[in-house]
């Protein structure tokens, strides 16, 4: 079975840092590109950022470039999240997403991320 | 990256037919035959409903069908069924490895 499992959320204050991981399992992890997609409560879902199936290629949402970095090991079959600099607004569940192509397949169940002080 | 735009809600009974609207621009939905769309429910993970517009994954019931007409793309599901009662959203590649999501739109069963 396919499954990605996201952990690592919590409470942080503004302008801390946390550090988000995602293990994959039932797939070729090292085969695809990934993704970290969040949703805000009561808000609608947010593309965040996207990494080649190498990581030697990385893009992000304006609404964190510069504060949050996505990377892997593929020998760990894991994503990571590192987020530095938060803000009250990215306050969010984070799902990590397996992306076919150009959609997103499976899904996490996400971890959750609320800053706070 | 400003997100697509969604109805906000749409309702109908079952059996009926409802569709929902996803509005961008040129740059992401006018220009890319790659939306798709996500029904999540509360408290669960989203889950693909439809793929590169009008592709249907394995599992997912012919009553959804998708389409495309310059900047908007449409979800249309026929044949309403409670368990479609719903949040939806869609979202289209919008080039340079940047994915912009829609607002979402609540479907309800009466």
């Known amino acids: 079975e396919v499954q990605l499992v996201e952990s690592g959320g919590g409470l942080v204050q503004p302008g801390g840092s946390l550090r988000l991981s995602c293990v994959a399992s039932?797939?070729?992890?090292?085969?695809?590109?990934m993704n970290w997609v969040r949703q805000a409560p009561g808000k609608g879902l947010e593309w965040i950022s996207y990494?080649?199936?190498?990581?030697?290629?990385?893009h992000y949402a304006d609404s964190v470039k510069g504060r949050f970095a996505v990377s892997r090991d593929n020998a760990k079959n894991s994503l990571y999240l590192q987020m530095n600099s938060l803000r009250a607004e990215d306050t969010a569940l984070y799902y990590c997403?397996?992306?076919?192509?150009?959609?997103?397949?499976?899904w996490g169940q996400g971890t959750p991320v609320t800053v706070s002080s | 990256q400003s997100a697509l735009t969604q109805p906000r809600s749409v309702s109908g009974s079952p059996g009926q037919s409802v569709t929902i609207s996803c509005t961008g621009t040129?740059?992401?939905?006018?220009?890319?035959?790659?939306v798709s769309w996500y029904q999540k429910h509360p408290g669960k993970a989203p889950q693909l409903m439809i793929y590169?517009?009008?592709k249907r994954p394995s599992g997912v019931p012919d009553r959804l069908s998708g389409s495309k007409s310059g900047n908007t793309a449409s979800l249309t599901i026929s044949g309403l069924q409670a368990e479609d009662e719903a949040d939806y959203y869609c979202?289209?590649?919008?080039?340079?490895?940047?994915?912009?999501f829609g607002t979402g739109t609540q479907v309800t069963v009466l």
């Open positions: 997403v397996r992306e076919g192509h150009y959609w997103f397949d499976p």
């Open positions: 039932g797939f070729t992890f090292s085969s695809y590109q």
């Open positions: 990494i080649t199936s190498g990581g030697n290629t990385d």
């Open positions: 040129s740059s992401d939905v006018g220009n890319y035959n790659y």
């Open positions: 590169e517009v009008d």
């Open positions: 979202c289209s590649y919008a080039g340079s490895y940047i994915y912009v």
